[in-house]
Every structure is written in structure tokens, then in C-alpha cells.
Nanobody
Framework: QVQLVESGGGLVQTGGSLRLSCAAS?????????MGWFRQAPGKERQFVAA???????????EYADSVKGRFTISRDNTKNTVYLQMNSLKPEDTAVYYC???????????????????WGQGTHVTVSS
């Protein structure tokens, strides 16, 4: 059974930091080319946050939504099948449910990295108080 399990969400004050984790399991014999994070605020559509693609043994390529560039950092540990999202300088508008997503096929370009994901987590809540 494929599972992506997020953790690390919670309540934080404006300017604070959180680190989200997402552990993937169940894809025997397959590895994810791309892992990413999306978020959905109350009453709004789900939006892309960040994605990271493995392009060589120790080389990764990451893309970020403009709203989080310079504040969020995505990383992954393939030995643990885990992706992380370090969120700094949090703002109230970052409040949302954050979802981990994983894609088997590789691709290139920003638009490609924002779509076509095969597996999704259940989400973790992040609330930033003003």
C-alpha cells in the first residue's frame, strides 16, 4: 500500500519556522523522480509550493512558488524516502493544509513540476498567527 505521511505541522507565530517531513512507503521497486509540496488554504484552491527532482546521484533540482522563494527550502533524503520542507519567516498567509506529493516520472520546467503527481499524502495543518 502506497503511503505518504506528513508530519511537522502546527501553530507558530509570524516570523517563526517549521519543518515539515513526508515519509513515502509502499512503492516496491520504484523510486520517485520528483517529490513536492502543495498547500490549500481555507476557501482556496490547492497551490504548488515547491518540488525537488533528482537528476543525478547527488544532484537535485528544485523549484519554488514565487510566494515562498527565499523563505522555504525543500530537500530530500532518498535513503529514507523522505522529503522535507523547511519554512522560515512564516506569514499568516502561509496558513494552510500542506500536502506532500510524489511523481514517478521525471520532467523539466517549472510548469511540469507543478502537476502530474501520482501519490499524495493526507496533509498536515500549518497555522501562522499574527
Amino acid at each position: 500500500q502506497v503511503q505518504l505521511v506528513e508530519s511537522g505541522g502546527g501553530l507558530v507565530q509570524t516570523g517563526g519556522s517549521l519543518r515539515l517531513s513526508c515519509a513515502a512507503s509502499g512503492r516496491t521497486g520504484s523510486t520517485y523522480a520528483i517529490m513536492g509540496w502543495f498547500r490549500q488554504a481555507p476557501g482556496k484552491e490547492r497551490q504548488f509550493v515547491a518540488a525537488i527532482q533528482r537528476i543525478a546521484s547527488n544532484t537535485y533540482y528544485a523549484e519554488y512558488a514565487d510566494s515562498v522563494k527565499g523563505r522555504f527550502t525543500i530537500s530530500r533524503d532518498n535513503t529514507k524516502n523522505t522529503v522535507y520542507l523547511q519554512m522560515n519567516s512564516l506569514k499568516p498567509e502561509d496558513t494552510a493544509v500542506y500536502y506532500c506529493a510524489a511523481r514517478l516520472s521525471s520532467c523539466s520546467g517549472y510548469r511540469c513540476l507543478t502537476q502530474g503527481y501520482d501519490d499524495w499524502g493526507q496533509g498536515t495543518h500549518v497555522t501562522v498567527s499574527s
